[in-house]
């Protein structure tokens, strides 16, 4: 579908590659719904983009918080076209860390916010899109997920995060299956190593090993780059059930 005049509801729509999204969509004559737990910088750039944004203080973990931002996204912009899932947190932890195993609570924190956060958004979101009028070609909306490269080459210490990110990976397709007959695409992406304030918070050594790593272009992605990778599978109608690693021919090494 082409993206102006629809409404993209985008978790993590705050910070980072979220962000970026917001800001191509609604340049590009779009309206973005920031779903973000983060009131200051989400109202920041909701006041940034205007009457095309709308700043949502929002936890994809909590159930009704997600529900109550959905019926506000519907109530200001009357419907809703797309979700981008971009919440999410990092996490470096061993498993057998310097004072024994490491926490079920911290690993069962990722996985709630970035696997089951992003699964809760699906599914809320997902019955309202398979309302919508639909297009033309029979397309009522597009679901794009946030993986990473750790889904697939998970460092020493990505454990939780890893399992996190494969999850989102394993349930693509599924979802685009079922989700085929109501005309909602649902695509993943895998990024690589973007320079956002997550990736700042990574212990350094991590984070300069792996700017080292990337064969091309030998540097950290760029926000927009993801951006204009969503806003395409928006618009290409074949792009269904497949997740893109977005990553300059990184393959991470264990450490
Ligand atoms: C975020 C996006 O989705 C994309 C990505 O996934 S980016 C990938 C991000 N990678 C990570 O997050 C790695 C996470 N793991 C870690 O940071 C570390 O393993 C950890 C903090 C959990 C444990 O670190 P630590 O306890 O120091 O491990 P340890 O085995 O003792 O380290 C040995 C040495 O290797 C270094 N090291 C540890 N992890 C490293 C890493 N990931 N890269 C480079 N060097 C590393 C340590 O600094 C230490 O050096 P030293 O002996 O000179 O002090
Ligand atoms: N930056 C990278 O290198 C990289 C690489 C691969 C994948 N990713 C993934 O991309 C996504 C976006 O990451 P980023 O780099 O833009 O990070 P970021 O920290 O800049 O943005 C993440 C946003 O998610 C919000 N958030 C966190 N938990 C939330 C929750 N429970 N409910 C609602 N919002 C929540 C934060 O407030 C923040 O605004 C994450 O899922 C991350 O795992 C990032």
């Keep these: 579908m082409q993206v102006e005049n629809k409404t993209f509801f985008i978790t993590g729509g705050a910070s980072g590659l979220g962000a970026a999204c917001a800001r191509l969509l609604a340049k590009s004559g779009a309206r973005v719904v920031l779903a973000d737990l983060n009131q200051e910088t989400g109202s920041a750039l909701a006041r940034e983009l205007a009457e095309a944004a709308l700043f949502v203080p929002t936890n994809v973990v909590d159930e009704q918080s997600v529900q109550q931002a959905l019926q506000a996204a519907r109530d200001h912009f009357g ?5 981008i899932n ?18 079920l609570e911290s690993f069962t924190r990722v996985i709630n916010i970035n696997l089951i ?3 809760n958004v699906i599914r809320l979101a997902g019955e309202i ?11 009522r909306g597009v679901i794009i997920n946030t993986a990473s490269v750790a889904a697939f080459d998970g460092q020493i210490g990505q454990a939780a995060y890893s ?3 494969g999850g989102i990976v394993g349930m693509t397709l599924p979802i685009a299956r079922e989700f085929a007959r109501y005309g909602i695409r649902v695509m993943t992406i895998a990024p690589g190593i973007f320079d956002t304030p997550l990736l700042a918070g990574l212990p350094e050594p991590a984070r300069i090993s792996l700017g080292q ?14 951006a204009a990778l969503a806003k395409h599978i928006i618009e290409n109608e074949m792009l269904n059930g497949e997740v893109i690693r977005l ?5 991470m090494q264990p450490r």
């Design 79 to 83: 419907t809703l076209h797309g979700v």
């Design 86 to 103: 971009c919440a999410g947190i990092g996490s470096a932890e061993k498993v057998i860390g310097k004072n024994g195993p490491s926490s």
């Design 117 to 119: 956060g992003t699964f």
């Design 129 to 139: 899109i398979s309302q919508n009028t639909p297009e033309e070609s029979g397309e």
């Design 163 to 165: 399992a996190s990110k």
């Design 213 to 226: 790593q990337v064969p091309f272009p030998p540097r950290l992605g760029r926000p927009d780059e993801y």
């Design 247 to 251: 990553d300059g021919a990184i393959r």
